[in-house]
C-alpha cells in the first residue's frame, strides 16, 4: 500500500541530514520518525556530513525533500554551499528544500532568497513539517511558501 503523497504514485521520500560539526541528533530523529509515521519514505544521512555529501545523495536517491537541522548557528555559511552544490547537480528547483534548528527571524527571508522553502525553528511541530511537504511535495517548489 502506497501512503503519504497525493499522487498516489509512490510515498514522498525525505532526505535528512545534520550538516557541519553540529553534534545534537535527538531533534533530527524525532523528526525522522514522524515523517516515516506520517507515510513518507527516510533517508537519515547522519551527522556531520558536507553539502555536496548531501547534494550528491539527494540526486542518487531521487528525493523529494531535503531537510537539514542545524543547531550549531552555522546556517548562514552551511545553506548557501548546500543549495549552490544542489544548482551544480541540476536538482535545487527539484527538491522541497526545508532547515530546521536554532534559526534567528532576521536570517528567515536570506534564507528564502536562498531556495530554502521552508524554516522550522526549535519548538516547531512535526506535524507542522509533515503538513507542511504533504502541501508542498510536486507543487509550485520553485515559488517560496508558507
Known amino acids: 500500500m502506497v501512503t503519504g503523497n497525493t499522487s498516489g504514485n509512490r510515498n514522498i521520500k525525505v532526505l535528512l541530514a ?24 527516510v533517508v537519515y544521512m547522519g551527522m556531520r556530513v558536507t553539502p555536496d555529501q548531501v547534494a550528491q545523495t539527494a540526486l542518487q536517491e ?7 537541522s542545524i543547531l550549531s548557528g552555522a546556517h ?3 545553506i548557501p554551499r548546500l ?8 536538482t535545487l528547483d527539484d527538491v522541497l528544500l526545508l532547515v530546521g534548528g536554532t534559526i534567528p527571524e532576521d536570517d ?4 528564502r ?11 516547531a511541530f512535526t506535524t507542522e513539517m509533515t503538513d507542511f511537504i504533504t502541501e508542498n511535495v510536486g507543487r509550485g517548489r520553485s515559488a517560496p511558501a508558507g
Request: charged share 30%; proline share 4%.
Open 18 to 41: 545534520k550538516l557541519g560539526l553540529d553534534g545534537h541528533d535527538r531533534g533530527i530523529k524525532v523528526i525522522a520518525r514522524a515523517m516515516r509515521d506520517a507515510g513518507m519514505e
Open 62 to 68: 531521487d528525493v523529494d525533500v531535503v531537510g537539514i
Open 76 to 78: 548562514m555559511r552551511l
Open 83 to 90: 543549495t549552490k552544490a544542489l544548482q551544480d547537480r541540476g
Open 108 to 111: 528567515v527571508a536570506p534564507l
Open 113 to 123: 532568497e536562498m531556495g530554502v522553502k521552508g524554516v522550522f525553528p526549535v519548538g
